[in-house]
């Protein structure tokens, strides 16, 4: 099974901007797409980005134009550029994959542990 492992989260000031990581783990067969959400307090998990293997993003309205999302597969690794930070952007961050196992070819859905990012106005 893959484990994620996300690196990067922090405090910053409005404006600035910050770099996630996330690393995939353990026995790599096949990552299909990876991606992050968030979640606020209160508040329900939302998608920020999604990335196919082959390189296709998809971005909520809120970040377009201010985040990127990448990869590279040879590292197993995804990553969140966030530029512009504002503090509604402030939340945990979790990165997603969609693992193939070697096994079955099934896909799964693997979570990481989660990343504070939190942005002072």
């Known amino acids: 099974q893959v484990q994620l492992v996300e690196s990067g989260g922090g405090l910053v000031q409005a404006g600035e901007s910050l770099r996630l990581s996330c690393a995939a783990s353990?026995?790599?067969?096949?990552?299909?797409?990876m991606g992050w959400y968030r979640q606020a307090p209160g508040q329900q998990r939302e998608l920020v980005a999604t990335?196919?293997?082959?390189?296709?993003?998809n971005y909520a309205d809120s970040v377009k134009g201010r985040f990127t999302i990448s990869r590279d597969n040879a590292k197993n690794t995804a990553y969140l550029q966030m530029n512009s930070l504002k503090p509604e952007d402030t939340a945990v961050y979790y990165c997603?994959?969609?693992?193939?196992?070697?096994?079955?070819?099934?896909?799964?859905?693997?979570w990481g542990q989660g990343t504070q990012v939190t942005v002072s106005s």
């Open positions: 997603t994959a969609v693992e193939v196992t070697a096994v079955n070819r099934y896909e799964y859905n693997r």
């Open positions: 353990g026995s790599v067969f096949r990552i299909n797409a």
């Open positions: 990335i196919t293997s082959g390189g296709s993003t």
